[in-house]
Each structure stands twice: as structure tokens, then as C-alpha cells.
């Protein structure tokens, strides 16, 4: 039996554009046992995946802000100690970070990553007993896919990813249907949406009979949320939800519209049809990536900024509850 740890930490979309690995490596190892190294904070997302045997959390984010305390040191030894743990044959670290890097050298067993010209950080190649060439111009799905592929010797893929995971039990809200999810909140104010599109998304689809709902993680995205759904009739502003209870809920939507931001990637592993846009990035690379049964769109790029027709278009061409213009 195959014994794999995947060592891809964070972000949030990131570690959803791993997923798909998952996957492709039971497809020719079913019963290969597969751990995982990742950030505490997005834990939630590889425990949704019923292909993961175990989930090894670390808190680098955090450790870095707090390096001088007792309790930091202890939490960092705890880690290693489970890194070490097993013996493994293959160690995989599809980020191509310093970070990763040494979190892989701390594993037992077989080595494999990015080569240097590959690698986000070509230094965290010397961590890696084998190296493989990936192209850079790809997609990052495709990337990992190929990455996975070369390093348990099978013929990297070229069908649409399948996500694999499962929400699960959904907080207890009333939330009336059907709905579509605004997944608003970003880490750059200059990948927001403008408030006022969203606004006008929000009455165009109570034409069509539909909810948004919005979520929130800081004060700033509650203001906002709430700013949007004073505006309207058909809005419901969610209470804090971890990630595990927002997949729950996105998995229940209609569709989804969301900034350049880790949720979208959820909703699409979550096969919910998904519109994302871009107002300050190319999604070339790390736009949301259709799976095979999810259709997602990208809208905009650097400078450009869709407009809520734009958006309420698509959504009525991906979404069978929206009546498409005549």
C-alpha cells in the first residue's frame, strides 16, 4: 500500500487547487493512504475530502507573529514530531515554497517537488530528493495535476479535475430558496466588486426570484454585507461561519458570484455553478477551474472591471433557475 504526505499549506484557493490530486492518485493507487500537511486555518477543506486518511495542521501564519513565546515552540515541536512520524514512500510538496520546503525535509521518506525553474521559490528545490519540470504558463490545477503525475510515475492528465469533496452537515439557518451566494470578501481592496453592482445584481435577481446571500469574515465584509442587503428586499447576511459550515452552505446555492477569492474556488470543488470576477488579477493562472460537473466562468482581468448585466448574463447561461435573455 502506497504511504503519501502532500505538504501544500495555504492559501485558501490554493490548497482547494490541490484537491483534485487526491483523485487522480486513487485512480491508480485506490488503496494508497494519503495524509496531509496544511494550515491550520484551511484544515477544513482536505477533512471535507473522504480520500484523506490524516490531516497534519501547522500554523506558520501565526508562529511568525509570535516566534518568542513558550507556546509557539511548543506547538512547532508538536508538528514536527507528527511530520516525522511515519515513514513515507513519497512526500510531495506541490507549493514550491522555502516554507513547504523545510516542512518537507522534516518528513521521512522520498522527497519530490518542483525543479528550480519550476518552483514559486526556486531555493525550495534543494529540499527535494527528486525534482520535476512543470511549466510555470499553466494553470495552477494543471500544474499540481502534473506535478502528482510525474511524481507517482502515471500519465499526467488531461480531463477536467474532479474536486472530491462534501460538505457536510449544514448550520441550522433559515435561509430562504433558492439563492445565490455573493461571496463579496477579499484580501485586496482592489479586487472588491463595486457595493454597487453587487446592489444591482441583487434587485436583477429578485426579478428572477432569487435570494443573495452574503457571507462575512472581518467587521469591514460584515459593513459591507450589510451596506448591500439594507439596499434590498432579497438579501440575507449570514451569522460567522467557519469554513467547514460556509462549504455547507455554498453547497445548497444556486450558483455563486464571487470576487477573486478562496471561496469561489470552494464553490466550484463544491460543484456549484460559479461566476468569478476580476477586477485587479488575470485569472489565467489562478482563475476559478471548472470541474467535471461544474461550470465556472471568469469575468474581467486587470483593469477591467464586468458589469452586473455581464454577470447576471452568465449566470443565466450556467444556472437553470435563471431565464435566459431572448
Known amino acids: 500500500m502506497l504511504k503519501l504526505l502532500i505538504v501544500k499549506t495555504s492559501s485558501l484557493g ?3 487547487h490541490n484537491l483534485p490530486i487526491i483523485h487522480d492518485i486513487r485512480s491508480h493507487y485506490p488503496d494508497a493512504e494519503i495524509d496531509w500537511v496544511v494550515e491550520a486555518s484551511f484544515a477544513d477543506i482536505p477533512k471535507l475530502h473522504p480520500g484523506i486518511n490524516r490531516i497534519i495542521p501547522v500554523a506558520i501564519r501565526r508562529w511568525r507573529k509570535a516566534l518568542l513565546t513558550k507556546q509557539t515552540w511548543l506547538e512547532i515541536k508538536t508538528a514536527k514530531q507528527q511530520i516525522a512520524q511515519q515513514n513515507y514512500d513519497i512526500i510531495l510538496d506541490t507549493q514550491g515554497l522555502i516554507k513547504s520546503g523545510l ?4 518528513s521521512r521518506g522520498h522527497k519530490h517537488g518542483y525543479d528550480k525553474n519550476s518552483a514559486r521559490e526556486p531555493l525550495a528545490s534543494l529540499f527535494y530528493d527528486t525534482t520535476h519540470q512543470v511549466s510555470r504558463s499553466q494553470h495552477a490545477v494543471a500544474r499540481n495535476r502534473a506535478l502528482a503525475a510525474l511524481a507517482l510515475g502515471y500519465p ?3 480531463s477536467l479535475p474532479v474536486y472530491g469533496i462534501r460538505a457536510s452537515t449544514a448550520p441550522a439557518l433559515e435561509l430562504a430558496k433558492p439563492y445565490i451566494i455573493g461571496l463579496h470578501g477579499t484580501s485586496r481592496d482592489s479586487k472588491l466588486w463595486p457595493t454597487e453592482h453587487w446592489v444591482t445584481l441583487g434587485h436583477e435577481l429578485a426579478e428572477q426570484h432569487l435570494n443573495l446571500v452574503l457571507p462575512w469574515a472581518s467587521e469591514t465584509e460584515l459593513r459591507r454585507a450589510q451596506h448591500i442587503a439594507n439596499k434590498l428586499t432579497n ?3 449570514l451569522p460567522k461561519l467557519s469554513i467547514a459550515q ?3 452552505v455554498i453547497s445548497k446555492a444556486q ?3 464571487g470576487v477573486d477569492t478562496g471561496l469561489s474556488h470552494l464553490s466550484v470543488a463544491l460543484s456549484i455553478p460559479t461566476v468569478a ?3 485587479d488579477t488575470n485569472p489565467a493562472l489562478t482563475g ?3 470541474g467535471i460537473l461544474t461550470p465556472a466562468i471568469n469575468l474581467g482581468n486587470v483593469g477591467e472591471i464586468p458589469s452586473p448585466h455581464q454577470v447576471l448574463d452568465v449566470l443565466k447561461k450556467i444556472s437553470k433557475n435563471l431565464t435566459p435573455q431572448t
Open 14 to 16: 490554493d490548497v482547494i
Open 103 to 106: 516542512l518537507t525535509y522534516l
Open 156 to 158: 499526467i492528465p488531461n
Open 235 to 237: 438579501a440575507t447576511v
Open 246 to 248: 460556509l462549504a455547507a
Open 255 to 257: 450558483a455563486a458570484v
Open 277 to 279: 470576477i476580476y477586477t
Open 288 to 290: 476559478v477551474y471548472a
